[in-house]
């Protein structure tokens, strides 16, 4: 059976995005009320993965009479079984406070995912966005999380390994270049979070689940519930107020 360069990636990005999507939750360090703050995550998409967050709320930016936070975020996987894979993401996160007792964490980001295996090197680029609605007390959070995380290109590196398993076939080896992949992945879940003057402990648990260009649903590993779970801290940096 031929396989095009779509289908390649199609099929790379469908079992190996899933499980280096380890994407950190850096609008919980709104919750600290502070200018600077940094967290530390650890997710299980089923893999182990370990996430470091910044999160910078801005002076200029606001919306709805809050600061929008800045923030950047970067997750390593635990595991070598996969090979290398990195997540790096950038963008902006904002509290939703419409009612002091019901309010909404927030975030859009721009993220690429990069995965490195026998064979070859895979680099998804796209957008996702993240939504806390819930109920926000001084030191309590509990919300829903619903997350959606759109990777409309990959660019595809394939290794030697790769290109040798076409040699003596009639038809073109893989071929390396910028591919449309049209994928969407959702989650939908709780996270609970604990506040306590400068640092705050944070949890999640997620259903996902990845929908192909034809809608259909694709499990993120076979033979394993596609549930993620994980566990954040996070501090306040330096001394100064947070913008009001």
């Known amino acids: 059976m031929k396989l095009n360069g779509i289908q390649l990636a199609w099929l790379a990005a469908a079992l190996l995005l899933p499980a280096g999507a380890a994407q950190a939750q850096y609008e919980m360090g709104l919750l600290l009320e ?22 910078r709320a801005s002076e200029r930016l606001r919306a709805g009479g809050s600061p ?37 964490l927030s975030s859009l980001r721009y993220g690429l995912s990069a995965t490195r295996d026998l064979n070859g090197q895979f680099v998804h680029h796209g957008l996702r966005m993240d939504l806390c609605p819930g109920r926000y007390g001084r030191r309590w959070m509990l919300a829903a999380h619903l997350s959606l995380d759109y990777r409309p290109f990959v660019h595809i590196r394939h290794s030697a390994y790769a290109q040798q398993a076409f040699e003596g076939l009639p038809q073109d080896g893989p071929q390396d270049g910028w591919y449309t992949q049209h994928l969407l992945f959702s989650q939908y879940g709780l996270c609970a979070a604990y506040r306590r003057g400068r640092w705050n402990a ?14 259909r649903i694709v499990l993120p590993d076979i033979g394993i519930l596609p549930f993620s779970g994980s566990l954040g801290l996070g501090f306040a940096l330096g001394s100064g107020a947070p913008p009001r």
């Open 34 to 55: 502070a200018p600077h703050s940094a967290q530390i995550q650890m997710t299980a998409a089923p893999h182990l993965a370990l996430s470091a967050q910044y999160l």
């Open 68 to 104: 929008l936070g800045i923030g950047v975020s970067a997750s390593l996987p635990l595991s070598a079984l996969r090979g290398f894979d990195l997540d790096v993401s950038a963008g902006i996160a904002h509290r939703w406070m419409p009612h002091p007792a019901w309010q909404m």
């Open 202 to 215: 944070h949890a999640g648990l997620d259903y996902r689940r990845a929908h192909a260009q034809l809608g």
